[in-house]
Each structure stands twice: as C-alpha cells, then as structure tokens.
C-alpha cells in the first residue's frame, strides 16, 4: 500500500502527484468503435481519434482509417488500441525539500486494448487501459515504477438497436450528460472531467434516440465505475467518481454514488455545410451514501449547453449548477472524489462554466493536419470562504497528414486553485482552494492509434 507519507509529499509539496490525473488521462475514443447513437461526433472543427470506416469504403477523412476487420455473417468485429506518451513541464512545481523549481518529464502514458462488435441489430465494445512506469506512477508516491501497475476498464457494454433511431446500451457506458462526448477539444479536458461532470462512464442502462436535428438520452446507474487495480483505497478508475477518499485526502470522506438518474436533450436549430447550431440541457439525480453515518444523502445537476460552428470556426459552452448533501459526519461542504488512482476534495455546492473555441486549418502545417483551440473553465463555489478554481487551456490537435493514425496534442495550461496544474493545489483545490495563485505547465502528448 501507499505510505501515508509519501501520499502527503506528492500531494501537498509535490507535484507529481498533484498533476497526475491530468497527465493519465486520454482523449481516448468515445463509443465510436460501436455505439450507433454518435451524438455530436462527427464536428466539422474536432479532431476524434481514428474511427474505422467499412472495409471496402473509401475514407471519409483523414481521420477515417480502415484497418483489417473480422467480419463476418453474424456481423463485424473490430480489435485495435493505441500506445501513448508524454513531455510534461511543470513551471511550478518543488523539490523533495520544499523548495519552487520547474521541472520536466518525458514518459511513458498509457496503453490500451479496445475490441467491438456491430451488426444489424446487436453492438458491443469494451477498452481497458494500462497505466504506470511514469514520474506520476513512481516511487516518489509509493509506487514500484513499472507500465501497467496502474489499470482498469475504460467502457464495456453491449446493445440492442431497436430502429435505426433508437438503441438501448447495457454496461459501462458513458452517462448522457451536457455536450458529448467532450466539453471541449482539449486532451486533458476542462475543470468538469477533474469534478466528474465531463465523460463520465458509470454501469447502468442507456435508451438513445438520435435524429438528424433531435435526440435526447436518458439512463439508469445503479452505481458508478469501479474501483479497479492501483493502491488507491477506491480511485483506481478511468472516469472521476465520487469515492471512499484516501487517508492522504483533508477529512477523507467515504460516500458512494448510487441510483442515478441522468437525461439529455438537444436540438439543433441550424445545420448545413457552413454553419450550425445547438442548444441542450440535461439533468442527473442521484443516491450519495455515506459510509460512517450509514445516511443517504442526494446529488442534484442541472445543465445547459450550446454548440455550433461557422465555416473552420466551432464553439462549445456549458453552464452547471451542482448541489450535493453528502451526508458526512464532520463537514458537507466539500466531498471526497477520485480517479486514475489518486483522491482529492471537491466543494458539493456551486457552478459550473465551460467555454471553447477551436478553428481547423484548411491546409497542412508541414506534416500535420492542425486544429488550435482555446479554453476557460471554472468552478464558482456557494461558500464564501472558498476560492473558486480556474483553468485556462491553449492548445492544438495535430495529425500526422500520411499517417492519421499518429496525433499529437500539445497545450499550456494556466490554472488557479486547479488540481492538475502547480504543486500544493492537489488536495484541496477544488474545495477550500489552494494558495489562490496562478500557476502553469505546458503538456505534449503523443499517440499512435492502431
């Protein structure tokens, strides 16, 4: 297990730790390989990770590749996967002693193995993912350092297509919740992935409903992502989940998210080859069970979103309002909550904001097809006395133009009292806040998806 003192080094006076969800997690592809219900994945202005087009069509685009596939009478089976890695400099981070300096780091990200399924009326998909061997996974925290240490499942679920409209999902999916499948363009996403707004994936049954200008998709969870292999108490899972926070975590609340009830609706007003234009809202209402009073406390999110485009130009925004009544026994101000192997403390009540705005280049740069981007998310916390939490994200999608398979992402991220950028904010920064001042870092990332 992990030292407690370790835990506390990486959390409050290092880095390493305080960056490490950020740093693990992947863009990943988002139930393209089977999930027939693509809502908003197919943007004139994103950059998704290769999807696999039929094996005797042309590709549709750069991003459209069409590796060997089992197909047969009973229908299409798909295997592949991606390997990543990563340059990180940390402008804010500190020394073992204490000490402010920058550091830098170039590791191994992450590995992992997708397979699908689809046919005329059954579709199914999992990927599981493998993490470690990094400066986030070392000894630093309590790790032995070597790939795969850290691991679990990303999605797995099956389906049933009841018209060409509708479907029906069972397994670990992603909750139909605000703009999907992203907030944003980002590889390291907004503030909502590190509160657990943004791509969530939790076990429960999914109904979809996508028209050409309509769709909405409501679902049932009985419980959340599972806790799955790293030495976490309960955070070793792909998405950010409410969980039984460490003993590194201030006050280390023990809760569970249970019975969510979770719905989407979007309409587009506007869709043709120039431009476009979308508004939605959803809804999430759920079960927060705390483990040392034995209470049942509730979570309540209402959101609304708009998203369009104009020519190489595209924008996404959302607004959040969150309230959750966790039930603890010391304090309910602020809930323990984790991923990718690390927990840390969220305020329960306040609001959400998520703006971007992206343009894709005509022609390539160089090698590379490219598309820039530029972000702003924050956290505005009901309590007074805590600091809300800021990031700022510029960045780019860059794919190789010979080979699609291969896409780097490269950004700088400024964040205030953010859990992902400077050392001491890790812990408490989207709760109390950290030391309430700016900090940055500059992230590479680069995949090759086969």
């Not at 009973?74 to 390997?83: E, L, N, V």
């Not at 909502?192 to 679902?219: A, C, P, R």
């Amino acid at each position: 297990m992990k030292s407690l003192a370790a835990a506390l080094l990486g959390c409050v006076a290092g880095a390493a730790l305080c960056s490490s969800a950020a740093l693990a997690q992947s863009r990943g592809t988002v139930e393209l390989d089977a999930e027939p219900s693509k809502v908003n994945r197919v943007q004139p202005i994103a950059v998704p990770d290769p999807t696999y087009a039929p094996e005797a069509a042309k590709p549709a685009s750069n991003f459209d590749i069409a590796p060997p596939k089992g197909k047969t009478e009973f229908g299409t089976f798909t295997f592949g996967g991606a390997i990543r890695a990563r340059y990180d400099w940390r402008f804010n981070d500190v020394s073992l002693g204490g000490q402010p300096k920058a550091s830098e780091h170039f590791d191994f990200d992450t590995l992992s193995l997708k397979a699908a399924y689809d046919s005329d009326t059954i579709f199914g998909a999992a990927q599981y993912r493998f993490y470690g061997g990094s400066s986030i996974y070392g000894p630093r925290n309590g790790y032995r350092g070597y790939p795969g240490e850290v691991s679990f499942p990303m999605w797995a679920y099956v389906g049933y297509k009841l018209t060409k409209e509708d479907s029906v999902t069972v397994g670990l999916n992603q909750a139909p919740f605000g703009l999907t499948p992203y907030f944003g363009n980002s590889f390291i996403e907004t503030l909502g992935f590190t509160m657990g707004l943004e791509e969530v994936y939790n076990f429960g049954v999914k109904y979809s409903h996508v028209e050409s200008d309509l769709n909405y998709q409501v679902g049932y969870y009985p419980g959340a992502n599972p806790n799955a292999i790293g030495l976490s108490l309960d955070s070793a899972r792909y998405s950010t989940n409410i969980v039984r926070a460490d003993s590194y975590t201030p006050f280390a609340t023990r809760n569970a998210e249970q019975n969510m009830f979770i719905g989407r609706a979007e309409y587009f007003f506007l869709k043709n080859d120039l431009a476009s234009f979308a508004v939605g809202a959803s809804i999430w209402h759920s079960d927060i069970y705390n483990s040392d009073t034995r209470q049942t406390g509730t979570k309540q999110l209402e959101g609304i979103h708009a998203l369009g485009t104009y020519g190489p130009w595209g924008f996404k925004g959302i607004f959040i309002r969150q309230d959750i009544d966790p039930r603890n026994p010391v304090r309910n101000d602020l809930i323990g909550i984790g991923g990718f192997d690390f927990s840390y403390n969220m305020a329960t009540r306040g609001n959400f904001v998520s703006g971007e705005i992206s343009y894709k280049v005509a022609d390539p740069i160089g090698p590379f097809t490219v598309v820039p981007y530029a972000g702003y998310s924050a956290y505005f916390k009901d309590k007074a006395s805590f600091q809300n939490s800021e990031r700022f994200i510029i960045g780019g999608a860059w794919t190789l133009t010979a080979d699609p398979n291969l896409i780097i992402y490269t950004e700088g991220v400024i964040g205030r009292n953010d859990p992902y950028v400077g050392a001491g904010q890790f812990s408490s920064g989207l709760a109390q806040g950290g030391d309430n001042k700016w900090k940055s870092r500059f992230i590479m990332n680069i995949g090759y998806y086969f």
